[in-house]
């Protein structure tokens, strides 16, 4: 199973929107929408931002927004601020063939 | 609220097994509902799921690592465990145990970093 596609980096100045991708196939991100997204600051681990394609856990803001068309999906910062600079990584259940999960190549995101 | 804590070997010679274990405290590993879960990060890297276990026992596996790794649970000590064998160089990561629901992982350790190498 191949990780998903996602962009190296993404950049914006504080107040903007940035936009980031997430591809994979049919059997993964097109065909569940266990489609989760996960913000990872340097030396810490992952924290869950979004789960069920567009959900977001209890604490985090509603400046974070996701959405999943075909075989793509998308979170969305909007008001860029600057503790949002970090990794960004979504994750698809992608259990078609065989029990698994797969996840993102990452996203760095850079507020300028 | 649950934390998760990975304990284990920073060192492992190659060929070796790894072995780490994840102790949940806040919360009981037996109440339904969650599986516990192992996720590593190369250096430098994206993330792999490895595998989880539900408290009952049942485990599931990434396919491509299946026939070398195994994960136990421990209720009595509220823990569970990653076993790893015929390790190599790229087994080198840091290792997160984490509690999964069926669609995210919602609560992560701050994982450990295994290094292997002689």
């Known amino acids: 199973q191949s990780a998903l596609t996602q962009p190296r980096s993404v950049s914006g100045s504080p107040g903007q929107s940035v936009t980031i991708s997430c591809t994979g196939t049919?059997?993964?991100?097109?065909?569940?929408?266990?489609l989760s997204w996960y913000q990872q600051h340097p030396g810490k681990a992952p924290k869950l931002m979004i789960y069920d394609v567009f959900k977001r856990p209890s604490g985090v803001p509603d400046r974070f927004s996701a959405s999943k068309s075909g075989n793509t999906a998308s979170l969305t910062i909007s008001g860029l601020q600057a503790e949002d600079e970090a990794d960004y990584y979504c994750c698809s259940y992608a259990g078609t063939h065989t029990f698994n999960y797969v996840f993102g190549t990452g996203t760095k995101v850079t507020v300028l | 609220q649950v934390q998760l804590q990975e304990s284990g070997p920073g060192l492992v010679k190659p060929s070796q097994t790894l072995s780490l274990t994840c102790s949940v405290s806040g919360g009981s590993i037996s109440s339904g509902g969650y599986y516990w879960s192992w996720i590593r990060q190369h250096p430098g890297k994206g993330l792999e799921w490895i595998g989880y276990i539900y408290y009952s026992g049942s485990t599931y596996y990434n396919p491509s690592l299946q026939s070398r790794v195994t994960i136990s649970v421990d209720k009595s000590k509220n823990q569970f465990s990653l076993k790893a064998t015929s390790v190599t160089a790229a087994d080198t990561a840091v290792y997160y145990c984490a509690r999964a629901v069926e669609s995210a992982f919602d609560i992560w350790g701050q994982g450990t970093m295994v290094t292997v190498s002689s």
């Open positions: 049919s059997s993964d991100v097109g065909g569940y929408n266990y």
